[in-house]
């Protein structure tokens, strides 16, 4: 038999699923808006260029 693990809480109330997402979509934003205000120099040193924003922020989601 295979039980399935389901967040019964999230799907009972679509206000907690709303809420989670809103945080998620904001977590994403001051994401993109801290390494965009890095340097090129800056996002070098930690491995990053800026073509490579878009690729962080969207592996968060």
Do not use: K, W, Y
């Amino acid at each position: 038999m295979t039980t399935m693990n389901i967040d019964l809480p999230m799907i009972r109330n679509p206000f907690a699923r709303l809420a989670s997402s809103l945080r998620n979509r904001v977590q994403r934003m001051q994401t993109r808006a801290e390494l965009e205000r890095l340097s090129d120099r800056e996002l070098h040193d930690i491995g990053l260029n800026r073509a490579d924003i878009d690729t962080v922020v969207n592996s968060l989601a």
